[in-house]
Each structure stands twice: as C-alpha cells, then as structure tokens.
C-alpha cells in the first residue's frame, strides 16, 4: 500500500518533529557532559585537574571583559578556558546566529524539561499580557548591567552566588554544603517554579547572557527573516519557539546582496508552500 503524499504543510511540520527531537539530544548531551563535568571536579578537587562548571561557562568572558581590557588580569575563578569559550560564542552567534540558547545552554535544557512535565500533567502556560511581557524582557538588560558592575568592583565573580545556573549545575550543594548556598538556592527555586508556569521564564526576562545573545542577534549574518509577501500566516514558525518570539508578526528584514542592493532574505522562493 503506498503511502499517502504529504502536503507541505504535513512535510514542514515533520521535519520540525524531527529538528526538535535533535535540539532536545542536543541538550541532553550538554547538560550530561557539564553534570558529569560537575562530579569529576568535585570528586578530584585535592589534584584540581578538573574543570569547574565556572570554567566550562562562557558569560564569564563577558563577566571578566572589562578587567581584563583595563587591568590585562581576570577576576577571580575566571580562566583562559572561558575566553576562548566566549570568543568561540561570539563567532558562532556572528556566523549562524544564536544556537547556544537552543541546543547546548543546560539551564535552558532544564527550563524544557519543566515545560515538558506540565505539558505532560496537563496543566497550561501562563501567559503575561503583552506590555508586561515587553517590559519585562528589559530586565536581562539591568541583570547584565548589575553584574557588570559587581564585577569589575570587586574583580570577583560576583555573580557566582546568586547564578541559578551555577547553584544547580555546580554541585556544591550535593558535595560541599554551606549555609551560604541558601541565597542561591532560594533564587533558583524561584526561578524554576516561574519556568514551570511560564515557559523559560528565565531565559525571557532575567539571563545576563541571554541580553548579550539579544545584542549579538542583530549582528548575526545567518538569521530567520520572514518575506512579508509570501507569508500565509499559518503561524507554524511560532511554535517551536520556547521563549516566545512571534516570527510570524516580523516585520520584514532585508540585507544587502553582493552588490550592494538590498533585497529580501531568503529568497520569497524557498519560502513558498
Ligand atoms: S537565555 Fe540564558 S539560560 Fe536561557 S538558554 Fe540562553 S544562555 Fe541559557
């Protein structure tokens, strides 16, 4: 018996299937390797061979930067390793755009996982009015302007301690506990209990490293752009975006052609139905 020939449609939305079950294995592997990264460094804290999950995390570049640019030290608990990372990020995100926030950020994996278990329960996602949400969002901004601060004032990684990333994935908790893991702690409760009701509740209005991505975003030269004139409003390319962003009310972008002129991208024909 043949099988039945798909409509474009039908085909899209497979393939999406198939786009999002290898971001999920994707982050699967990231967030195991940076746990497991985790164990190794605790277990062999004496010798002090083992990475840190400070050291594997590429916002440290942007938190030692400054100092580094004026002072040519880093900040405490801050290594060559998280330069390169960062340097690595960068050219990444100029070139493709950003796939960290999707693929590889564990903080994010966990943030999925959460919706995937309300999904799961049955329960819906909470959704902020508009206004609230836009506003909002400005918040990774001053997050990364705080930390910023904190950083090159007191040349510690000041953020360390209240970094919900950090406090989960580093272990301490599990390995080497002190009352002054409560702060942290407490913030990443909080953090993950909204990620449950909102999807990546942190990655929306809070992550320093997610307003970095939102910057750098603008300059990347891979980018999605939506052609206003072949656009069917089908809203399918909404879906898979964790965070919310409305492709499908995207005002038309353009960018210049090898000859200078300015023309729409992709071509109106790889994006017809
Ligand atoms: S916004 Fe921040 S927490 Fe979210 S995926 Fe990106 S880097 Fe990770």
Same mark, same amino acid.
């Given at each position: 018996? =043949?099988?039945?020939?798909?409509? !474009?449609a039908?085909?899209?939305?497979? =393939?999406m299937?198939?786009l999002? &079950?290898?971001?999920?294995? =994707?982050?699967f592997?990231?967030?195991?390797?940076?746990l497991w990264?985790?164990?190794?460094?605790q277990?062999?804290?004496? =010798?002090?061979?083992?990475?840190s999950?400070?050291?594997?995390?590429?916002?440290?570049?942007?938190?030692?930067?400054?100092? &580094?640019?004026?002072?040519? #030290?880093?900040i405490?608990?801050?290594h060559?390793s998280?330069?390169? /990372?960062?340097?690595?990020?960068?050219?990444?995100?100029?070139?493709?755009?950003?796939?960290?926030?999707?693929?590889?950020?564990?903080?994010?994996?966990?943030?999925?996982?959460?919706?995937?278990?309300?999904?799961?329960?049955? /329960?819906?996602?909470?959704?902020? $009015?508009?206004?609230?949400?836009?506003?909002? !969002?400005?918040?990774?901004?001053? *997050?990364?302007? *705080?930390i910023?601060?904190?950083?090159?004032? #007191?040349?510690? /990684? &000041?953020?360390?301690?209240?970094?919900?990333?950090?406090t989960?994935?580093?272990?301490? @908790?599990?390995?080497?506990?002190?009352?002054?893991? @409560?702060?942290?702690?407490?913030?990443?409760?909080?953090?993950?209990?909204?990620?449950?009701?909102?999807?990546?509740?942190?990655?929306?209005?809070?992550?320093?490293?997610?307003?970095?991505?939102?910057?750098?975003?603008?300059?990347?030269?891979?980018?999605?752009? !939506?052609?206003?004139? #072949?656009?069917?409003?089908?809203?399918?390319?909404d879906r898979?975006?964790?965070?919310?962003?409305?492709?499908?009310k995207?005002?038309? &972008?353009? #960018?210049p052609?090898?000859?200078?002129? @300015?023309?729409?991208?992709? $071509?109106?024909?790889?994006?017809?139905r």
């Open positions: 018996m =043949s099988r039945p020939t798909l409509t !474009r039908q085909q899209r939305k497979r =393939s299937s198939r999002t &079950w290898a971001r999920r294995g =994707s982050q592997f990231f967030a195991a390797f940076v990264a985790a164990v190794r460094h277990l062999e804290n004496e =010798s002090g061979t083992a990475a999950v400070d050291a594997l995390c590429p916002f440290g570049a942007v938190e030692t930067f400054i100092t &580094w640019i004026t002072t040519g #030290t880093f405490t608990k801050i060559g998280n330069l390169i /990372l960062g340097l690595a990020l960068l050219i990444a995100t100029l070139l493709v755009g950003n796939a960290f926030c999707g693929w590889i950020c564990p903080f994010g994996a966990l943030q999925d996982a959460l919706t995937w278990v309300r999904n799961k329960l049955g /329960l819906k996602a909470r959704h902020l $009015p508009p206004a609230w949400d836009a506003g909002l !969002r400005w918040g990774r901004y001053v *997050v990364l302007g *705080v910023l601060y904190f950083s090159v004032t #007191t040349a510690t /990684l &000041w953020f360390a301690d209240y970094d919900p990333y950090v989960l994935f580093g272990l301490h @908790w599990l390995f080497e506990w002190s009352d002054a893991l @409560w702060v942290g702690l407490g913030i990443t409760a909080v953090v993950l209990a909204a990620s449950v009701v909102i999807d990546r509740f942190w990655c929306r209005y809070l992550c320093p490293l997610g307003a970095v991505f939102a910057v750098l975003g603008h300059l990347s030269l891979l980018r999605i752009k !939506r052609v206003e004139a #072949t656009c069917t409003d089908c809203t399918l390319c898979p975006c964790p965070v919310g962003i409305t492709v499908s995207a005002n038309p &972008w353009s #960018t052609t090898a000859s200078g002129a @300015w023309t729409a991208w992709p $071509p109106a024909r790889s994006r017809a």
